[in-house]
């Protein structure tokens, strides 16, 4: 808009021109680089550009070739042009020969080097955070943050506006939350990455999800579900219609499991939906849909509309408001399969939490077939782990035996010095059979329910996770880390 008055007769001051991040991601930093292009600003499917030469028509074909766009292009003196582009990509340009050799700054060396090692340690999560120092990158892996790189000050800001860039946000904008994302190809691999940005007191926090392009679904077989559960989660899982509740904390794995669940059924003979936000797994023969609140596609309007269309198997990524839920637990008593997640310690409470979303008790009671509570706890490193007695203590904390084999992690170079490689997940599920369907439906507290359902053979998460201790597989740490120990 600052560009209306801009014409060919006027001088054009390139170096505070107003540029428009989204113009500027039309065009190819290489070939802006290498023909001098300052896109500044789109007007619905005109592009305007300032150019050395603006009736020079190879670039301008270029530039057509590269966006669609109609061009407009308007001249500016090529020193400017290029001193302008250079500060935007933090980029110096060396012309040698007939070729532009690019070399690139410490701050986009550094950015590139942050999310390449975060790669190659498996990180779930980037965070890039200002300090006294400077800054510092943390990396979550294996559901723990570790501090991986310190930041100088000079270069703190350019490391995060050249992230800002790249993920198509706004890097003039540093006081306004933003997000963002972009695709990155390492190693052969490709990743989506989530970029969110938050003003803080110090400056601007990033953090950076990623998510393989390439993951695979996971199968119900290598979830560690229990044994003596296993068969009856398959079942529930292949049944024609239900509801079924994976309750957890964020980064439980709670999705992973519905991906394994609806990995389960035939994509070919059934119609398979889910709504998600984010989508993280490419379940192929699947509908998926992404959560897009600013189109209106929420996870309610979603299930909606694959409601009308002869839905199967519903997956609904995340149940947090009333209608969402209302519209799932009534769909799974007219022939659907619903699978859902929800925020929730342990199964008992989310049978308690879907009521406070406003279900119904009697359709909760219907049409509610199982509920998986789980958390992520680290595994013990094999090659370094150690054995030892259980103190008095921990025997009591935990209610087994004093002197029972449990291990100890200790680190070595195959785990990183942590003692921990990858992750298990502990489960506790409760199926919902006529006894606590009655318990359900008559709205028993709490307690009650909790009693009922151990008596129906119900066991909490702690039962499975120190089966997991006691096959030296993890620690009685990681439960104290993951779980609320105390016995009632
Ligand atoms: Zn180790």
């Known amino acids: 808009m600052a560009l209306r008055g801009l014409d060919s007769t006027h001088a054009i001051d390139?170096?505070?021109?107003?540029?428009?991040?989204?113009?500027?991601?039309?065009?190819?930093?290489?070939?802006?680089?290498?023909?001098?292009?300052?896109?500044?600003?789109?007007?619905?499917?005109?592009?305007?550009?300032?150019?050395?030469?603006?009736?020079?028509?190879?670039?301008?074909?270029?530039?057509r070739f590269s966006t669609g766009m109609h061009v407009r292009a308007l001249g500016a003196p090529r020193e400017a042009i290029r001193a302008r582009l250079n500060s935007i990509y933090d980029q110096p340009v060396r012309l040698r020969n007939s070729g532009v050799v690019l070399s690139e700054s410490p701050a986009v060396t550094l950015a590139n080097d942050i999310m390449r090692d975060a790669v190659r340690r498996n990180a779930s999560d980037v965070h890039i955070e200002p300090c006294a120092s400077g800054g510092r990158v943390r990396q979550?892996?294996?559901?723990?943050?570790?501090?991986?790189?310190?930041?100088?000050?000079?270069?703190?800001?350019?490391?995060?506006?050249?992230?800002?860039?790249?993920?198509?946000?706004?890097?003039?904008?540093?006081?306004?939350?933003?997000?963002?994302?972009?695709?990155?190809?390492?190693?052969?691999?490709?990743?989506?990455?989530?970029?969110?940005?938050?003003?803080?007191?110090?400056?601007?926090?990033?953090?950076?999800?990623l998510l393989a392009d390439h993951?695979?679904?996971?199968?119900?077989?290598?979830?560690?579900?229990p044994a003596k559960h296993y068969d009856d989660f398959k079942r529930v899982c292949a049944g024609p219609h239900g509801f079924i509740v994976a309750a957890g904390p964020t980064g439980s794995g709670k999705t992973t499991t519905l991906y394994a669940a609806l990995g389960q059924r035939d994509a070919t003979s059934e119609n398979l939906c889910s709504v998600e936000d984010p989508i993280e797994v490419r379940m192929p023969g699947v509908a998926q849909v992404q959560v897009n609140v600013r189109a209106g596609l929420t996870f309610a309007s979603?299930?909606?509309?694959?409601?009308?269309q002869d839905p199967n198997v519903i997956m609904v990524g995340e149940?947090?408001?009333?209608?969402?839920?209302?519209?799932?637990?009534?769909?799974?008593?007219?022939?659907?399969?619903?699978?859902?997640?929800?925020?929730?310690?342990?199964?008992?409470?989310?049978?308690e939490r879907l009521k406070e979303l406003g279900v119904k008790r009697r359709t909760l009671a219907v049409g509610l077939t199982a509920v998986v509570a789980q958390r992520l706890v680290r595994?013990?490193?094999?090659?370094?782990?150690?054995?030892?007695?259980?103190?008095?203590d921990g025997a009591r904390e935990f209610r087994i035996t004093e002197g029972a084999t449990v291990f100890t992690s200790v680190g070595c170079g195959d785990c990183a010095g942590t003692g921990y490689a990858g992750r298990l997940a502990l489960f506790e599920i409760l199926f919902v059979d006529d006894v606590i369907r009655e318990a359900i439906s008559?709205?028993?507290?709490?307690?009650?329910?909790?009693?009922?359902?151990?008596?129906?053979?119900?066991?909490?998460?702690?039962?499975?996770?120190?089966?997991?201790?006691?096959?030296?597989?993890?620690?009685?740490?990681?439960?104290?880390?993951?779980?609320?120990?105390?016995?009632?």
């Open 14 to 63: 390139v170096a505070s021109l107003p540029v428009e991040s989204d113009a500027l991601r039309k065009i190819p930093q290489a070939l802006a680089l290498r023909y001098d292009i300052l896109s500044v600003s789109s007007d619905g499917n005109q592009l305007t550009v300032i150019v050395p030469d603006p009736d020079e028509s190879v670039t301008l074909e270029k530039i």
């Open 140 to 209: 979550r892996i294996d559901g723990i943050l570790h501090c991986s790189k310190a930041i100088e000050e000079e270069v703190y800001a350019q490391v995060v506006s050249r992230l800002k860039l790249l993920a198509g946000m706004d890097i003039a904008d540093k006081r306004q939350p933003q997000d963002g994302r972009y695709n990155i190809e390492i190693a052969g691999r490709s990743f989506d990455a989530r970029v969110s940005s938050v003003p803080t007191i110090a400056g601007e926090k990033l953090a950076i999800r």
């Open 215 to 225: 993951a695979s679904s996971p199968q119900l077989d290598q979830l560690n579900i």
């Open 302 to 308: 979603a299930l909606r509309a694959f409601l009308r």
């Open 319 to 351: 149940m947090r408001d009333h209608e969402t839920a209302a519209v799932a637990a009534s769909a799974s008593l007219s022939g659907q399969l619903v699978l859902t997640t929800l925020h929730s310690n342990d199964a008992p409470g989310a049978i």
């Open 379 to 392: 595994a013990l490193c094999k090659r370094c782990r150690k054995a030892r007695s259980i103190a008095k």
């Open 442 to 488: 008559s709205d028993a507290p709490r307690l009650s329910l909790s009693t009922i359902s151990k008596q129906r053979g119900f066991e909490p998460m702690l039962q499975h996770g120190l089966q997991r201790v006691m096959a030296g597989e993890t620690t009685l740490e990681e439960l104290r880390r993951v779980l609320t120990i105390g016995y009632a």
